[in-house]
C-alpha cells in the first residue's frame, strides 16, 4: 500500500471484517454539522424538520430557522456517501425485480429517517450504479439484495472519507 492510497476495510458476507493498511483518523463527515442547530430548524430542499437533535419528517414550524440538511446538501454537491453496483447474469433476467426492491428500500429508510436518501440509479458497463446520501442505506440496499437473491456481497468501507462502496454480483 503507498502512502497516499486511501484506507479501507473489506467485508464479505460470511467472512471475518479483513483490515487493510491503516486507519488515521475516526470519521471525518464534511456534512455533519459542526455544531448544534437552532431549534427548530427546516431544510428549505426537502422540508425536513431538525427536533430534538435530529432530522425528522414533520411539519415546518413557523419561524424555524432554515438550513439546508446533509442529504439535500450531499444531493446539490453531487457527493454520494454510499455507491452500490450491482452486477452478473441474474441482474440481466432480473433486473426490473432488483430494482423494485432497491427503490422500496430506499422509501422505507427515507419515510424512517430523512438523511438516507437514494440519490441516483445509473446504469453502468454492465451493470447499475446506485448512490446514496448516507452509508447505513447502502449497506441495507445490498443486505436487501443478498437475503431476496443470494449471490456474492462485498462491502469496502473508507473511514477516513465516512464512505461505503457495496459490491453484489449475482
Known amino acids: 500500500m503507498s502512502k497516499h492510497s486511501k484506507p479501507t476495510r473489506l ?3 460470511g467472512a471475518p471484517v479483513r483490515h487493510v493498511g491503516v486507519i488515521h483518523e475516526r470519521e471525518h463527515d464534511a456534512y455533519k454539522s459542526r455544531g448544534k442547530l437552532p431549534e427548530p430548524t427546516a ?3 426537502c422540508r425536513a424538520v ?9 411539519a415546518m414550524p ?8 446533509p442529504a439535500c446538501h450531499r444531493i446539490h ?9 450491482l452486477e452478473g447474469e441474474y441482474l440481466k433476467l432480473h433486473r426490473d ?5 432497491v427503490e422500496n428500500v430506499g422509501e422505507r429508510a427515507k419515510k424512517e429517517h430523512p438523511l ?13 450504479l446506485i448512490t446514496t446520501t448516507d452509508i447505513h442505506l447502502a449497506r441495507g440496499i445490498g443486505e436487501a439484495l443478498h437475503h431476496a437473491h443470494h449471490g456474492e456481497l462485498e462491502f469496502h468501507y473508507s473511514d477516513e472519507e465516512n464512505l461505503i462502496r457495496v459490491h453484489w454480483k449475482c
Not at 50 to 58: I, V
Open 11 to 13: 467485508h464479505t458476507i
Open 43 to 45: 431544510c428549505p430542499v
Open 50 to 58: 431538525f427536533h430534538q437533535g435530529r432530522w425528522q419528517w414533520a
Open 62 to 69: 413557523a419561524g424555524a430557522h432554515e438550513e439546508m440538511c
Open 77 to 85: 454537491d453531487k457527493f454520494p456517501a454510499g455507491f452500490v453496483t
Open 97 to 101: 425485480e432488483l430494482l423494485q426492491l
Open 116 to 128: 438516507e436518501r437514494i440519490m441516483a440509479i445509473e446504469d453502468e458497463k454492465g451493470g447499475i
